[in-house]
Structures are given as structure tokens and as C-alpha cells.
């Protein structure tokens, strides 16, 4: 489609540069003057929403690595550290993380695109297979960058995919031994993740290349299916798809930013926040979501080297759909039982992903099986069958004419279906989730100053959740990540630059060696971070009943429950991740003198209907009267519980109150971009309708 450019520059240099190497030319042909089928719809705009997600995640990434240590023992405590004490730090992660969620967001989008209109067919076999490799490495990509928070989610899904390579015979354990650099994920596979994480996307990069080039030999495939005939059907790709996909691209930065600057954890899983314990195994170990589908089918099989089959086949499967659907007409808008297939297959692979989430026990497994079965017979059965017995209608005999064509939306009853089969699914996992809730006692939800897009951390209660810290918990939990200084930085308690000095120096920081090559205590300055009660963790559990004591830094972000459906979805428009500080609050105030009747805990533990298990090995911390206020608050358990689950919240994001006022100001900026773009784009679009 896309031939020689006729492009001359007139600028001297730029003649010059063009003689030489004619890359303006190249550029005007493919972005300027490049011939688009002038019906394509919206769900086209993703190819340029993947291609800024892809610039995005590069750019921002490599910035993040300038910063990172890839190491077992450092890589943890570097990321928070980028968090906090880099220059807009928290943004730079915020979007490096969800920009992942939202690059297969995207692709998922732009794939389902492809296989709904056809624009795997003849002739581009060859761009669809591009896509597929490019699906593969963003798959490798995305699981290497997992791993490398070295949280405890990070750490645990590494050790389980990458063990899935022993099930292939005779080199299984030779491959996971190379993987690992060793005997057991640590150091050394952390190294290999982020060198490979680093390099990946360049690669990526340079097969995307491929794949415009591709797209730009064979040419865009359209909604009806049919290919360009003459100049009617096509508009110039500047201004016109240029402008289209502008407005596009706006639209998704808004669903973007409202992850980044309100949400940034809602695709996340709280135990990341915990460092890395080869000693203590997650209750529940799943993958990103944008994997779930794969899990699930690896899960449903009891075999592990056929589950591995199966779960590397449903991708690659995907690779041969130019060969499996051998049906001439394209788009399957005129394609009835093509239309109705796919959105029973879009279902399958929805009720795959929430499967993949939950246990692989009982019903889930069953389920899984079934659908497995569905998902493979959409590819080896229905799509092949289909093309040799469906009867479709008539297509168009050009684009102009699909343009023109004023047909009635056949749509709205598979619509109706899709959506009843959804709510179906979520009233289903509403009744699992909700039991378990029930049984669990899900902590009561508190009403928190720092909640929604304009919440702010209540100074006051920041300040009396510190002394509580003090008080009470610093006896037994470490504050490892908060520096004296941070008690007087903005959006903070609010303290004074010399109230934090006279606070340091409260505490006996141990420094040394001195010249004569002692240690030493000395008294604690701005600079210092909060000084652990215990010399290491053996201490802490010997004077802990075995127990080891959490520190409480990020406990606010690493502590979580399930809310069920629709809870979920509600939590995701009113901004609801408060689950740490109701956790801790109801942690901290449901501790009763004796257990239910029937209920036997353990020698040396406490009874909390709040947590996990019910028997906790920390006694009640908190009494009436334990600590006195300087306001003349309320001297209650539950005044402490709330104010110290405050402070712990700021501990947890101290940027917070930063992060939401730069929100604010980035979607103003958005939505007026948005209407802009909107409205010039009607007006360009006006003349080649």
C-alpha cells in the first residue's frame, strides 16, 4: 500500500539529509501521506495507544533502573527508596507499574480487534504472527518486571513458573538450574530478570518495526473486510487517522492517570509489599492478572508437563488462525455464528482469568477443565467448521460504500447475551466471594480524612498516631523506612525542622566504627531513620515467643481482604483502598479474653476474630488510658487504633497528598485536551464524510 514517497524538502539541510538518506521521505510516507481506510472505527486506535505504552514503559523504566539494585538483599528496600526519596519517584513507579496493567489492557483490546475483523486472513499472515511473537515477549517482559520488587509475591511467582520448565523431559531441571543461577531463586536469577527485563523491550521494539512495516506492505484491514479500490476509499493518515487517534489516545490517559495518581494499588497484590521470605509461602500465590486466563489453564490439567503444554499451546494457537479459519469473508460483522462464537469465546477467556485468581480446589478446577475445553475448540473446531457450513451476508462492494451504507444495529441481542452471561459469572462469584467473607469477618469499614481524590491526612491524628508508635509499638515493630526528616516534609505531621531535631535526638542511633574502630551510640540527628528495638531478627523472635514482629512501614499497603462483587467494582469508582488501615484498626480493637465456644487455639497465642487463623501471637497491645494526649482526645483503644492506623497509612504513602493534588491538575488537563481533540476532529472529518 504504502509506495515511493514523493516528498521533497525545502529547507537546504533537510535536502541535504534527504539526498543522503531519505528518511523524511520514508516518514512522510508512512505518517502523512499513507493511504487509511476511511470506515475505521475506534477499537483501531489501540495500535497507537500500544505504540505510546511501549515510548511510555521504555522511557520510564529506564529512568527506574538508574536507580534500582538488583539485589536479593537491596532490591526491596531500592524500590521504596525510589518511592520516596527520588524526585517524583512515586510517579515514575506509579506509571512504570500500571502502565504494564494497561499495555495488555491495550493489546487485549487490539488482539480481540484482529480476530473479530479478520485481520489475520490473506494477505497478512505475516503481520498477525509479528503480533503474536510481540504478545510473547511482552508476556516475558511482563514476568520478569514482576519479579523484580523481590516482594514476597515477586519471590514466590518467580519460584512457580520458572519450576515449570522441569516438567519437560531429559532438560527440564537443566533449564531452572540456568534460570536460577543456582538451586533456588535468588541473587543470581534476580540479576538475569532485570538484564533480560531491561533488554526486552528494545527488542520488542524492534519487531513492532517489523510489524508496522508489515501492516504498511499488506495494508489496513477495516471493518467490512474488504480491500481499498479506489481513492474514495481512503483518507491521507495525516490529519486525518493522526487526529482520530489523538483523541483516542487522550481519552485512554484519562482511564490511565486515574490508576496512577488514585488507584495506583488496585491491580497490585498487598503481600508485594512484604520483602521477599523463602521461609514462608503466600496462602494463595497467583500472577498478574493479564496472566490469569494461562494460569487457569495450567491449573485445570493435573498432568504438569500437559498442563505446561496446554498453557503454551493456547497462545501459540493463536499463531495458526490464518490457516484454522479458512472462511472468505473477513469481517465477522457478516459473519452471524462467527459474531455469536466470539463473544462466547471474549466470555471464556473473562471466566478463565477469574478463575485463575481463585483456589484450584473443587468447582474452580471442574470449571476450569470445561472451559479449557471451550477455549481450544473455539480455535481447532468451531473457527474451522464455520468457515466450511456458515452462510454469510453480503458484504459491501468498497469501503465508500460501507461508509455510506445506513443499516440497522443487528448487534443489540448478542450484546444483551454477552452482558447477562457477565453478570451471571459475577453473581456466581459473588455468592463464593461474599461466604468467604462471612467466615473470614471482614473488618468494618472506617471513615478516613485521607479517602477519595481529595483527602488529606488529618495532621492532628497523624501526630497522636506517632506518639502511640512511640508508646506502644516501637517496643516490638520496627519503622525502617521513615527518617526522622520525613516527620517535617509537606503532606507529613507537620512538624517543625527543630521538633524533629529534639525528637531525633530522643534516640540512640549506633554508628562506628570510630577512629580506634569501635561502634558507638550517639544521639539520633534529622537524617536518621527510626531505630529497630531489636539488634536483628533472631532477637525479635526470641523475645516474641518465636514471633516475628512486622515492620510498619509499609504494613498499611501490605495488609488487605477480599470485599467480594460488586464491592470490587464500586471500590474502583469511588477510589476505595483503605483496606490496610480498616484491617489494622480491626486487628488492633478485636482481641477477646476468650475464644467462641468450640474454638481451640494454640499454647502462647491470642484469640483476634480479625486475623488470619484467629490465633495471633502478639498479647492485646492496647488499653483505655495507655496514652495520654496533648489535645485532650479521647484516651480509648479505638481513638489509638484509629490514629495510629493514620500515621502507619502515611508511613505507607507519604506522598499521597502530592500525588492526588498533581492528579487533579493532570485530568483538567486531560478532559479539556480530550474535548479539543474532539471537537478538531469533527471538523477534519467533516469533508471526508
Not at 521513615?482 to 529534639?502: H, M, T, W
Request: charged residues 15%.
Amino acid at each position: 500500500m504504502s509506495g515511493p514517497s514523493d516528498f521533497q524538502p525545502t529547507n537546504p539541510v533537510l535536502k541535504w539529509i534527504e539526498r543522503r538518506l531519505p528518511i523524511f521521505g520514508l516518514m512522510h510516507s508512512s505518517f502523512v501521506a499513507y493511504p487509511t481506510p476511511r470506515n475505521l472505527n475506534y477499537w483501531w486506535t489501540f495500535g497507537a495507544i500500544l505504540s505510546m505504552m511501549l515510548g511510555l514503559q521504555i522511557l520510564t523504566g529506564v529512568i527506574l533502573a538508574m536507580h534500582y539494585t538488583p539485589n536479593a538483599d537491596l532490591a526491596f528496600r531500592s524500590v521504596e527508596l525510589i518511592v520516596r526519596d527520588v524526585n517524583y519517584g512515586w510517579l515514575l513507579r506509579n506509571m512504570h507499574a500500571a502502565g504494564a496493567s494497561m499495555f495488555f489492557f491495550a493489546v487485549y483490546i487490539h488482539m480481540f480487534r484482529g480476530l473479530y475483523y479478520g485481520s489475520y486472513k490473506e494477505p497478512r499472515e505475516v503481520l498477525w504472527i509479528l503480533g503474536v511473537i510481540i504478545y510473547l515477549l511482552m508476556m516475558a517482559t511482563g514476568f520478569m518486571g514482576y519479579v523484580l520488587p523481590w516482594g514476597q509475591m515477586s519471590f514466590w511467582g518467580a519460584t512457580v513458573i520458572t519450576n515449570l520448565f522441569s516438567a519437560i523431559p531429559y532438560v527440564g531441571d537443566s533449564i531452572v538450574t540456568l534460570l536460577w543461577g543456582g538451586y533456588s531463586v535468588g541473587n543470581p536469577t534476580l540479576n538475569r530478570f532485570f538484564s533480560l527485563h531491561y533488554l526486552l523491550p528494545f527488542l520488542i521494539a524492534g519487531v513492532v518495526v517489523l510489524h508496522v512495516w508489515a501492516l504498511h506492505v499488506a495494508g489496513q484491514n477495516n471493518p467490512a473486510g474488504v480491500e481499498p479500490k479506489t481513492e474514495k476509499d481512503t483518507v491521507p493518515f495525516t490529519p486525518y487517522a493522526t487526529i482520530k487517534d489523538m483523541f483516542g489516545v487522550s481519552c485512554f490517559l484519562i482511564f490511565f492517570a486515574w490508576f496512577i495518581f488514585y488507584m495506583p494499588n488496585y491491580l497490585g497484590d498487598a503481600d508485594n509489599y512484604i520483602p521477599a521470605n523463602p521461609g514462608v509461602t503466600p496462602a494463595h500465590i497467583v500472577p498478574e492478572w493479564y496472566y490469569l486466563p494461562f494460569y487457569a489453564i495450567l491449573r485445570s490439567i493435573p498432568n504438569k508437563l500437559a498442563g505446561v503444554v496446554a498453557m503454551f499451546s493456547a497462545i501459540i494457537v493463536l499463531a495458526f488462525l490464518p490457516w484454522l479459519d479458512t472462511a472468505k469473508t473477513r469481517s465477522s460483522k457478516y459473519r452471524p455464528l462467527a459474531k455469536q462464537f466470539f463473544w462466547i469465546f471474549v466470555v471464556v477467556c473473562v471466566l478463565l482469568g477469574y478463575l485463575g485468581s481463585q483456589p484450584p480446589e473443587g468447582i474452580y478446577v471442574i470449571a476450569g477443565r470445561i472451559l479449557t475445553v471451550c477455549y481450544f475448540a473455539y480455535f481447532l473446531i468451531v473457527l474451522p467448521l464455520l468457515s466450511r457450513i456458515e452462510t454469510p451476508r453480503p458484504v459491501p462492494n468498497s469501503i465508500a460504500d460501507d461508509v455510506l451504507a445506513k443499516t440497522g444495529s443487528k448487534a443489540a441481542p448478542m450484546v444483551s447475551t454477552v452482558i447477562a452471561l457477565v453478570l451471571a459469572g459475577g453473581l456466581v462469584a459473588a455468592s463464593v466471594q461474599n461466604a468467604r467473607a462471612a467466615e473470614d469477618n471482614t473488618p468494618p469499614s472506617q471513615k478516613w480524612s485521607f479517602a477519595g481524590p481529595f483527602g488529606k491526612y488529618d495532621r492532628g491524628s497523624l501526630q497522636r498516631g506517632l506518639k502511640v508508635y512511640k508508646e506502644v509499638c516501637s517496643n516490638c515493630h520496627s519503622l525502617s523506612y521513615i527518617a526522622f526528616r520525613n516527620l517535617a516534609d509537606p503532606g507529613g505531621p507537620g512538624y517543625s525542622e527543630a521538633q524533629v531535631k529534639a525528637l531525633a535526638a530522643e534516640y540512640k542511633i549506633k554508628d562506628g566504627p570510630n577512629d580506634s574502630g569501635d561502634m558507638f551510640e550517639r544521639p539520633g540527628r534529622p537524617a536518621d531513620y527510626f531505630p529497630s528495638p531489636f539488634p536483628n531478627d533472631q532477637a525479635a523472635r526470641a523475645a516474641n515467643g518465636g514471633g516475628l514482629p512486622p515492620d510498619l512501614s509499609l504494613i498499611a499497603k501490605a495488609r488487605s481482604y477480599e470485599r467480594g462483587f460488586p464491592w470490587f467494582i464500586f471500590d474502583f469508582f469511588t477510589q476505595f483502598q483503605e483496606q490496610g488501615p480498616n484491617y489494622i484498626v480491626a486487628l488492633l480493637t478485636g482481641f477477646e479474653d476468650k475464644p467462641p465456644p468450640g474454638v481451640s487455639i494454640p499454647e502462647g497465642s491470642y484469640y483476634n476474630k480479625y486475623f488470619p487463623g484467629h490465633a495471633i501471637k502478639m498479647p492485646k497491645p492496647l488499653s483505655d488510658g495507655q496514652v495520654t494526649f496533648d489535645d485532650g482526645s479521647p484516651a480509648t483503644v479505638q481513638q489509638y487504633a484509629h490514629d495510629v492506623a493514620t500515621f502507619l497509612m502515611w508511613a505507607a504513602e507519604p506522598h499521597m497528598e502530592a500525588r492526588k493534588r498533581l492528579g487533579l491538575q493532570v485530568f483538567v488537563f486531560l478532559i479539556i485536551f480530550a474535548f479539543l481533540m474532539y471537537f478538531t476532529k469533527r471538523k477534519v472529518w467533516a469533508n471526508a464524510h
